[in-house]
């Protein structure tokens, strides 16, 4: 349906919201001003809080409400008041002469349970038209298109545009309304804009006084990720399935209180995508239908619980913290622990997954072994949520450590889910399987951007085999799609010449040593002059009209063009460094070259040094010594890549801190401490 007037097109999302959870009997609250608004809250505070213990049935006066807003004005950041929202209660010092009871005392006051969705005191309205008051006197008010109140707190702002006006204009809308500051005193609490005409949908966080960026102003997409009204299907109610779904109740209600994200690391707010949401839910729904006191079905022990498969870059830790608050918070499991497969990447997603929690002390760390078996004993709420690594979790077994049998069937008798980040790393070693055999009765989800398929099995395993059915799925081409993932930029450097390449190729068919002897030869001469005809052999294989695979010349070739002391391996490294100062932007951004084997990383590293001895060059790989064929060459590369790296920035790494060196390098580069500096490494 087209929309030639925005007043119809506003009248027209009112009567869907309405038909889904917005339908408070109080109506539809037309033209408020902030006052009306305060008033409105006050009265629904007063509703939710008149029992004895409170307000006593006395209602909350004109100071007791300035006493709330100075709390909102003193936090504020959407960032610090969404801690507001979702801490429950606010507290006030009652100076209503008729609550004898209280007067001059501190009450708390329940303003918000994210918990209550569409149940208990939760009360959804929609605010018509409210206006904003002008920072500026020298400023017009601003009147909003809708706002959409939870318990009377105005978290929703919509901005409406009609059809064939693009919805650019909506947000750009919002974010002026921002820069002029009409979004204070009550309208603070505001968490989530929204910006629609009819064919297209942006939801995105509240950035307070940052600045708005496009780039996380989301589309609404469903369990396949397909975008919802993302204006490809103009004229189809495309609206009408973004405003059923996202701004319905319950949905609404969790975005708030689940689905935000106030994250102390950058003290921004953020909001979750809806491949991260469709994820968290799915895991908090398996969890909720576990039935603990069954045995396991499967044959192995601990249950499978299902993986993610998320594209890497795509923000799986934020998802796998919020898969762990959503569990942790519903008391549907004693102990979820999110388990690493690297000490370092464990301290990493420590510190994010505190910056993320409500409160920092409600993630717990593990600093040794003994101090995680305390945790997993621990009854303590604090302790409900657990973040170690999967070498410390798999030595909590019966004879380690001092640990008993009778110790671990306890801790094993505790309801846990095991949340396994980069499975398809872990899930095959033995260290796992232990964790398995001492846990038999938890549950266990993985999340990975490249799971282990049957084309690809290891030890005859795949993901599937150790977790059980993929519970979501992004792909790198839906990341790319929506920008959440960079895309890719190739070009093709070619490291010989392709007559050269299609002529070695003709020569080894044909089984010559050399163009005369192909020629000289009348059985030798056809094969050469078949595999030379481009119109015969293509350089790279093709499909015909018919479905028939064509081989083309670089099917003949070998894995040898790629080998050490090759004209390859020269060109590569001659590319690079004609590249880099333009690519690098003057050494300010950093470069990886991935390898297919640790010789050929160690070739490269020595290339570098030869040919650009200025360039700050080192190289990553499994530094573990055997007695194999080779592992001498191995060691004594390890130990000209530290003695450089040492030398280079003065560090005192050994092969026994190779560990510490690799989270050095990755500190440098990512510009984090102590390495914020871009510039100077």
């Known amino acids: 349906m087209v929309f030639d007037k925005e ?64 709390q909102i004005e003193t936090l504020k950041t959407p960032l610090a008041l969404n801690g507001f929202i979702n801490g429950k209660t606010v507290a006030i010092t009652r100076d209503n002469p008729d609550d004898a009871l209280h007067l001059g005392k501190e009450v708390s006051l329940k303003i918000y349970d994210r918990q209550e969705i569409a149940a208990g005191q939760s009360r959804y309205q929609i605010a018509q038209q409210p206006v904003y008051p002008a920072k500026s006197k020298i400023l017009n008010d601003r009147r909003g298109d ?5 318990n009377g707190m105005p978290v929703i702002h919509i901005e409406l545009k009609r059809s064939g006006i693009p919805v650019s204009q909506a947000t750009g809308q919002i974010e002026k309304y921002a820069h002029e500051g009409v979004f204070t005193g009550l309208f603070r609490l505001t968490q989530i804009f929204v910006g629609m005409t009819p064919d297209e949908a942006r939801y995105f966080a509240n950035p307070g006084t940052g600045a708005f960026n496009p780039n996380f102003f989301f589309h609404w997409e469903d369990f396949n990720n397909e975008p919802v009204c993302a204006g490809d299907k103009p004229g189809t109610d495309e609206w009408k399935r973004f405003t059923s779904t996202l701004l319905s109740i319950p949905m609404a209600h969790q975005l708030i209180g689940f689905y935000t994200v106030a994250d102390s690391s950058d003290g921004c707010l953020k909001v979750m995508r809806s491949y991260q949401y469709y994820a968290a839910s799915a895991i908090s729904d398996k969890v909720c239908r576990c039935k603990w006191d069954e045995r396991p079905k499967s044959s192995a022990p601990g249950r499978p619980g299902g993986y993610i498969w998320h594209t890497t870059g795509s923000g799986k830790t934020m998802t796998s913290f919020k898969s762990a608050q959503l569990i942790a918070d519903s008391h549907n499991a004693d102990k979820v622990v ?19 929690a409500d409160d920092a002390d409600d993630v717990q760390g593990t600093e040794n072994t003994q101090v995680l078996k305390s945790k997993l004993a621990s009854d303590d709420p604090k302790n409900r949520l657990i973040v170690t690594s999967i070498q410390k979790m798999s030595n909590v077994k019966a004879g380690e450590g001092r640990i008993t049998q009778a110790e671990l069937d306890r801790l094993a008798a505790k309801r846990i889910v095991f949340v396994i980040d980069e499975c398809h790393r872990s899930t095959f070693g033995d260290m796992l399987q232990d964790i398995r055999r001492a846990f038999p009765n938890a549950l266990f989800f993985g999340f990975t951007g490249t799971p282990i398929l049957d084309e690809n099995q290891k030890k005859g395993s795949t993901t599937a085999m150790v977790f059980g059915e993929c519970l979501h799925r992004y792909s790198i081409a839906d990341g790319i799609r929506d920008g959440n993932v960079l895309g890719f930029d190739p070009y093709m450097v070619t490291t010989f010449d392709d007559h050269d390449v299609r002529e070695a190729v003709a020569l080894e068919q044909a089984k010559a040593s050399s163009v005369g002897e192909a020629i000289s030869d009348e059985r030798k001469s056809k094969v050469f002059y078949h595999y030379m005809d481009q119109a015969k052999v293509p350089m790279g294989p093709m499909v015909d009209s018919a479905g028939n695979h064509i081989k083309g010349i670089e099917d003949f070739l070998t894995r040898a063009q790629y080998w050490p002391d090759t004209p390859h391996h020269g060109k590569v490294v001659e590319d690079v460094l004609r590249r880099f100062p333009v690519l690098s932007h003057g050494g300010k951004f950093h470069a990886i070259l991935a390898t297919s084997s640790i010789p ?59 560990p510490a060196m690799k989270k050095d390098i990755s500190a440098r580069l990512s510009h984090k401490k102590p390495y914020v500096n871009v510039d100077a490494n």
Not at 602 to 627: C, G, H, W
Request: glycine share 6%.
């Open 7 to 70: 007043a119809a097109f506003e009248e027209a999302v009112i009567t869907v919201l309405k038909q889904h959870g917005w339908d408070d009997a109080g109506g539809v609250l037309r033209y408020p001003t902030e006052q009306d608004l305060i008033n409105n809250w006050a009265k629904i505070l007063f509703q939710n809080n008149a029992d004895i213990d409170r307000l006593n049935g006395c209602p909350l006066t004109q100071g007791e409400m300035a006493q709330v807003i100075e």
């Open 146 to 150: 809708l706002c959409l109140l939870i």
């Open 338 to 356: 999110f388990l690493m497969d690297r000490i370092e990447l464990g301290t990493q997603s420590l510190s994010e997954y505190r910056a993320f």
């Open 600 to 658: 050929e990383a160690i070739d490269y590293y020595r290339a570098f040094k030869r040919e650009a001895p200025q360039m700050k060059v080192t190289a990553l790989f499994d530094p573990s010594i055997d007695n194999d064929a080779g592992s001498t060459v191995k060691e004594d590369a390890l130990v000209e890549l530290i003695e450089d790296y040492n030398k280079a920035y003065g560090q005192e790494f050994t092969i026994p801190t190779w």
